[in-house]
């Protein structure tokens, strides 16, 4: 222990000092720890260290590490931030080669709006390189994410101008070695564009693999000044254009550089959307008079079914760091600070363990270790019972438990699982899930798992069957916390379908629909109660969650719109929502609000952004490949319901013969304490079930992979049947 943190491992070691792979203990989040040999920690290294704190302190940037803590222990001065698991750019490059085009200008447009972030505040980096440049998903064809870090030698506009020399050599801007100076003869106080020349210089890095200008210090220093800024040969548009931008962000004088970050940026994500040619070629040098041709690994973005196509191939590789004290030779001999070159954590052998972040009981968490997972509840291949399997996750698969078969005597014989609900929740009340199995029976459910028992169908659907003579009735089970105690509850909505067999299969009902609360004793649970009604006309599908902020359960029926097709959740147009907000025991009146959607095939509840609040979350299947993720979130005063695309879910790649709708449920698999969702399909229709999920963020699109693969596929399974077990 180091304070409040535990050190899990070292990740990185010099003559200076090291850095840890931590926990924060009362925060609960892994953190990178920075930390300075006791024994070199005199007033230059603190101040150092507290001016880098303060530095990252005043810039708000996503593309920027943040930094959780400073101080001193045990005589050692540290800096706390945030850990990202990928690996440095030089690694990166090192292990893998130059960059395919395409993610080397999305990359080095994610530092360029670093820059011009830090910039806006005042802050010039000074030590823009490679190694500084930390990247999420690295593996990803599409979204690697780049994070700026190491701002220890930065300067501010409140700083006053200082002679010598800061940065790495490879990458300093042609200023400093020429010690620009003023009419009073004082240094020239550093300028955005020195961080612009930088990052010119790192964009032929990750385009070729190597520095601009190779040699001795001395000639490196001269090449900056006055050797050729590095071009392409080559006539086509990508390397027209990726020429002028070198020529704009590498100018030996200042003043023909980008004069902002942001237009450095905007010509790389311009640049990004060209076809490159099938190899790169650069120009002769003194350095480097034969440069030998660089093959380009993709010559364009990915689509995004390449790009899934891609994920799924793609395996675990070791990616190999510029080691440590390496990397201090350079910056060591201009006698800059040291242990800056040492706050970079890297992926060992195969990837990083992910590690739940998640307070409590992750959401559809059965087995206890912080990470959501996936049930599944279809018929026994032998047509004998229900099969319910627990795919459990790890952040990042899901791995199938050997099935538990359900044969209730009172089970239908055709029964496709839709009699049998396995639901994930709180029961007891002890902050942890349990993971209970409804069977339905001759009167009512038997209870199986964490839970055991029997519940009776509640009197008063009895009751209004009998009304509803000839009617086909349906019900789901499904649990929620009805009156905010803390324990789980278990509900049932139930409404009964018209005794026309021709109209009960466009969805017309009679009677009023109703939810039913059987409350958690902890033990078990009491005799139902009916918690709600809504009117039949018009429903198309009803959701229980927690939408108004107040720890009780609400109610959500969408109802279609009058005069629309009779099988509206399958088509577009403009529904109505309406909110019942529960107060413990029942429902107020319900808000309506207009929800206009393209085709809805499963329609969910869960809390995607961690704020204690479920949204609405719609899986359209008519806006264009694969279904849309449609999140819809209430105003804190009820008064306003807003939608926002998300992301998109993977569409099957044979839809001659399968269709793109396909069900979703919801589990926070990775344990970040956001609820993902996850669906299910097959590419063609006796081919093998895929589970995919998009995992939620705060802010952005959901970001989507293969989670695992029913190979053996299950004879005559209805899809909505398939992931039912989560939902509630």
């Keep these: ?279 790169l070629r650069p120009a002769p040098s003194m350095t480097d008079p034969n440069p030998m041709p660089v093959l380009v690994s993709a010559i364009r973005p990915p689509t995004e079914a390449e790009a899934i196509l891609i994920e799924e191939q793609a395996r675990p590789s070791r990616i190999t760091p510029l080691r440590v004290g390496a990397a201090m030779v350079g910056v060591a001999a201009l006698g800059v600070g040291g242990a800056l070159a040492i706050t970079q954590p890297w992926v060992e052998d195969g990837p990083e363990p992910i590690v739940p972040t998640v307070k409590g009981a992750a959401y559809a968490d059965v087995n206890g270790d912080k990470f959501g997972d996936v049930v599944t509840n279809v018929q026994n291949p032998d047509g004998k019972g229900v099969d319910v399997v627990t795919w459990k996750s790890d952040g990042r698969t899901l791995t199938p438990s050997k099935p538990v078969t359900y044969d209730d005597p009172a089970l239908p014989e055709d029964n496709d699982g839709s009699e049998v609900f396995p639901l994930c929740a709180d029961f007891t009340g002890e902050g942890k899930n349990s993971f209970v199995t409804f069977v339905r029976s001759e009167k009512g459910f038997t209870i199986h798992g964490d839970l055991e028992g029997s519940l009776k169908a509640p009197a008063g659907v009895v009751e209004q069957g009998k009304k509803m003579a000839g009617s086909t009735f349906y019900y789901d089970l499904g649990a929620d916390d009805f009156d905010g105690d803390g324990v789980a509850d278990l509900y049932m909505t139930t409404s009964f379908g018209n005794p026309d067999p021709d109209l009960d299969k466009h969805g017309r009902t009679v009677g009023d629909g109703a939810v039913w609360v059987y409350r958690g004793t902890g033990s078990g649970f009491a005799e139902p109660t009916r918690f709600a009604a809504y009117p039949a006309e018009d429903r198309e599908q009803v959701v229980v969650g927690e939408f108004t902020g107040d720890k009780k359960a609400d109610l959500v029926v969408l109802k279609r719109a009058p005069g629309s097709p009779e099988n509206m959740t399958l088509t577009g147009g403009t529904s109505e929502l309406d909110l019942y907000q529960g107060d413990g025991a029942g429902v107020a009146a319900a808000k309506s609000f207009p929800f206009k959607h393209q085709g809805i095939s499963s329609f969910v509840a869960g809390d995607l952004n961690g704020d204690g609040r479920d949204e609405i979350v719609a899986a359209e299947s008519g806006r264009g490949e694969g279904q849309t993720i449609t999140v819809g979130t209430f105003s804190d005063d009820l008064t306003e319901f807003s939608l926002a695309t998300r992301g998109k879910l993977h569409k099957p790649r044979n839809t001659l013969e399968t269709t793109s709708r396909y069900p979703v449920t919801l589990a926070d698999v990775n344990g970040d304490g956001l609820t993902d969702v996850i669906a299910v399909s097959q590419d063609t229709s006796d081919g093998p079930y895929a589970f995919y999920v998009a995992l939620a963020a705060k802010e952005g699109s959901f970001q989507g992979h293969e989670l695992a693969t029913w190979k053996s596929s299950p004879d005559d399974v209805r899809r909505y049947n398939l992931m039912g077990g989560t939902i509630g």
């Design 1 to 279: 222990m180091f304070g409040h943190y535990r050190l899990d491992r070292i990740l990185g070691e010099g003559g200076m000092g090291v850095v840890y792979d931590a926990f924060d203990t009362r925060l609960e989040r892994q953190v990178a720890l920075k930390m300075v040999h006791a024994h070199l920690a005199d007033r230059q290294f603190i101040d150092m260290f507290i001016r880098e704190g303060q530095t990252l302190a005043q810039i708000r940037s996503p593309h920027i590490i943040a930094i959780y803590d400073i101080g001193e222990q045990q005589g050692s001065p540290f800096i706390v931030t945030q850990f990202i698991k990928g690996g440095d750019v030089t690694g990166l490059v090192r292990s893998k080669g130059p960059l395919a085009p395409h993610l080397a200008c999305l990359i080095n447009a994610q530092v360029a709006g670093a820059l011009h972030d830090a910039h806006q505040v005042g802050i010039i980096h000074q030590d823009v390189k490679p190694s500084n440049v930390l990247v999420r998903n690295p593996e990803s064809p599409l979204d690697p994410f780049a994070f700026l870090c190491d701002f220890g030698i930065a300067t501010s506009s409140s700083d006053s101008p200082a002679g010598g020399i800061t940065g790495t050599w490879n990458y300093l801007a042609p200023e400093y070695v020429r010690d620009d100076r003023d009419a009073q003869g004082r240094p020239i106080k550093p300028a955005p564009t020195r961080d612009i020349y930088a990052a010119g210089c790192m964009l032929w890095f990750t385009l070729t693999g190597k520095i601009p200008y190779s040699g001795a210090a001395v000639q490196v220093a001269m090449a900056h000044q006055s050797a050729p800024i590095p071009q392409f040969l080559g006539d086509d548009e990508w390397t027209r254009t990726a020429n002028r931008i070198l020529q704009l962000s590498m100018a030996k004088d200042p003043r023909s550089r980008y004069q902002s970050a942001a237009a450095f940026k905007d010509d790389l994500l311009k640049l990004r959307e060209i076809t490159s040619p099938p190899q």
